[in-house]
């Protein structure tokens, strides 16, 4: 199990750029196959040293529930985006900085809804607090900035939470 542990050092990682080159190249090969895995080997293997302590996922197949969330908050936003900004007067646009207050510690869950709050149009993470309890996040239109945090917490954080811990 060790000499695997060596080889393989970050399996998901390896399987995710396995799947990213073969997205990359827009066809799928053996050869594209393999040449996707051989980066997918090499590039954990290489960034080894980088990683002192490897991220541990509870429950790694929440991760594409999560993702399903993402991806459907992020074609929502987009609509709501192009409404408030095409019909919504600036005269009535309400945007706010709200903080949200992290029950989720790990580093890797902090980036990751971080992340997912940028990539989410309309919203903007814009700092972390130095202890790592709390983000800064602007949003577009927020009339009501406590429901923000709601939603935030309740769509992301609570699945980031069970995934990583």
């Not at 019909?87 to 902090?110: G, K, W």
């Not at 577009?140 to 699945?159: C, G, N």
Request: hydrophobic content about 50%; charged content about 15%.
């Amino acid at each position: 199990m060790k000499i695997l542990n060596r080889l393989v050092p970050h399996p998901y990682l390896t399987l995710m750029l396995t799947v990213t080159w073969l997205m990359l190249v827009n066809r799928f090969s053996l050869n594209s196959l393999v040449f996707g895995l051989f980066l997918g080997l090499l590039i954990p293997f290489v960034t080894q040293p980088f990683w002192p302590n490897r991220p541990k996922l509870s429950k790694p197949l929440n991760l594409i529930g999560y993702v399903a969330v993402v991806l459907w908050d992020i074609v929502v936003a987009n609509f709501i985006v192009a409404r408030i900004v095409l019909f919504m007067p600036n005269s009535r646009r309400q945007p706010a900085f709200v903080t949200v207050p992290l029950d989720i510690r790990t580093p890797e869950a902090i980036a990751m809804l971080g992340g997912t709050i940028t990539m989410t149009p309309g919203t903007v993470t814009c700092d972390i607090s130095s202890e790592g309890h709390a983000l800064l996040v602007h949003c577009l239109h927020a009339p009501d900035p406590e429901s923000e945090v709601a939603t935030i917490k309740s769509r992301y954080e609570a699945r980031l939470k069970e995934i990583f811990e």
